[in-house]
């Protein structure tokens, strides 16, 4: 049964920083899309970054130049480096994986931006 476990989430006041990290519990995980994802509120999730299996990356426009995904294959992880953190940025952070049907999430971790 895959797993991807998030951590990392916390308090931060404006213009702080985090790091996310999602361990993950899958067969081949190099051939895995990464992504990060992020539910504020009353809101739809969105698609906040993710990574290819080829290290490609892709980034919201509300947060390209802030956050940096990467990954490790050795340590089947994914990391959201976050930095200029804005109000605007709270939200639970979900990561996923994704590889042809498969597809899985993990439960989240709250990040919130307040002073």
């Known amino acids: 049964q895959a797993q991807l476990v998030e951590s990392g989430g916390g308090l931060v006041q404006p213009g702080g920083s985090l790091r996310l990290s999602c361990a993950a519990s899958v067969s081949f995980f190099r051939m895995y899309t990464m992504d990060w994802y992020r539910q504020a509120p009353g809101k739809q999730r969105e698609l906040v970054a993710n990574?290819?299996?080829?290290?490609?990356?892709n980034y919201a426009g509300s947060v390209k130049g802030r956050f940096t995904i990467s990954r490790d294959n050795a340590k089947n992880t994914v990391y959201l480096e976050m930095n200029s953190l804005k109000p605007e940025d709270t939200a639970v952070y979900y990561c996923?994986?994704?590889?042809?049907?498969?597809?899985?999430w993990g439960q989240g971790t709250q990040v919130t931006v307040s002073s």
């Open positions: 990574i290819t299996s080829g290290g490609s990356t």
């Open positions: 996923n994986a994704a590889w042809i049907a498969r597809s899985y």
